[in-house]
């Protein structure tokens, strides 16, 4: 059985980081084992390769970082059938939009709402201390924490823009999912893929999660995506029940 090390779950989602979600959800639509192991913020750079969740624990004892690279990793290994027969072409065009969702559209859509704005990131203090006692401490760390997000978010760039300028960007993602998905029910067509775990996951974290932005309003009244966010959910549903 496979460990994944995650923050804790929040709004109906495995973990308040899209890509311990990602992770999460993959793992579901697979039909991989796995359990589930909080790791607390202060032991994250003791603890996490490279300082971020998730991470895993393979059944040899492997130690992995980076929920991209556990993923392909269990597809090459066989042990995850997602993508079988996907054309290289395809496989190419998958990671495009992967890289869309992981390196573009997070700091855009999650980042921006849950850390930049103070009134946000006080709403979201609770979620980030899993339902601990906020001492001034935890405080103390979890405001190191947001000036570590803040100066990775201006290192990436967008935090240097605007927050006009971060919707306008945000929003340019959402068009382009939107046109991507009015072509199939699925990103790669028919069938569920592995790519189809991290688009969901970010557009679930962008969503659902009580962030109450430009952003959100916006994504929530295309139709497009409600209907992609229930297929997902209806895919997801009865695999969740079986693994409880």
Same mark, same amino acid.
């Given at each position: 059985?496979?460990?994944?090390?995650?923050f804790?779950p929040?709004?109906?989602m495995?973990c308040?980081?899209?890509?311990?979600?990602?992770?999460?959800?993959?793992?579901?639509?697979?039909?991989?084992a796995?359990?589930?192991?909080?790791?607390?913020?202060? +032991?994250?750079?003791?603890?996490?390769?490279?300082?971020?969740?998730?991470?895993?624990?393979?059944?040899?004892?492997?130690?992995?970082?980076?929920?991209?690279?556990i993923?392909?990793?269990?597809?090459?290994?066989?042990r995850?059938?997602?993508?079988?027969?996907?054309?290289?072409?395809?496989?190419a065009?998958?990671?495009?939009?992967?890289?869309?969702?992981?390196?573009?559209l997070?700091?855009?859509?999650?980042?921006?709402?849950r850390?930049?704005?103070?009134?946000?990131?006080?709403?979201?203090?609770p979620y980030?201390?899993?339902g601990?006692?906020?001492?001034?401490?935890?405080?103390?760390?979890?405001?190191?924490f947001?000036t570590?997000?803040?100066?990775?978010?201006d290192g990436?760039?967008m935090?240097? +823009?605007s927050?006009?300028?971060?919707?306008?960007?945000f929003?340019s993602?959402?068009?382009?999912?939107?046109?991507?998905?009015?072509?199939?029910?699925?990103?790669?067509?028919?069938q569920v893929?592995s790519?189809?775990a991290?688009?969901?996951?970010?557009?679930?974290?962008?969503?659902?999660a009580?962030?109450?932005?430009?952003g +959100?309003?916006?994504?929530?009244?295309?139709?497009?995506?409600?209907?992609?966010?229930?297929?997902?959910r209806?895919?997801?549903?009865?695999?969740?029940r079986?693994?409880?």
């Amino acid at each position: 059985m496979i460990v994944v090390y995650q923050f804790g779950p929040a709004w109906g989602m495995p973990c308040i980081s899209p890509y311990v979600s990602k992770l999460v959800f993959y793992l579901q639509l697979a039909g991989i084992a796995y359990r589930l192991e909080k790791l607390d913020f202060a +032991r994250l750079d003791d603890d996490a390769p490279r300082g971020k969740l998730p991470y895993a624990v393979l059944d040899d004892g492997t130690v992995m970082p980076d929920s991209t690279e556990i993923i392909n990793f269990l597809e090459r290994s066989g042990r995850g059938q997602l993508d079988h027969r996907l054309s290289e072409a395809k496989r190419a065009d998958m990671l495009a939009w992967t890289r869309l969702s992981d390196e573009h559209l997070y700091w855009s859509g999650v980042i921006e709402p849950r850390w930049r704005t103070r009134a946000h990131f006080e709403a979201y203090i609770p979620y980030l201390a899993g339902g601990e006692t906020l001492t001034t401490e935890t405080r103390d760390a979890l405001e190191a924490f947001r000036t570590r997000i803040l100066s990775e978010f201006d290192g990436q760039g967008m935090g240097r +823009r605007s927050p006009e300028a971060v919707l306008a960007a945000f929003c340019s993602d959402i068009d382009a999912i939107k046109a991507r998905l009015h072509a199939a029910p699925f990103l790669m067509g028919r069938q569920v893929r592995s790519g189809d775990a991290g688009l969901f996951s970010m557009l679930s974290h962008i969503i659902d999660a009580p962030f109450d932005w430009p952003g +959100r309003t916006y994504a929530r009244q295309i139709p497009i995506l409600q209907e992609y966010l229930a297929r997902m959910r209806g895919l997801l549903a009865p695999l969740q029940r079986n693994a409880a």
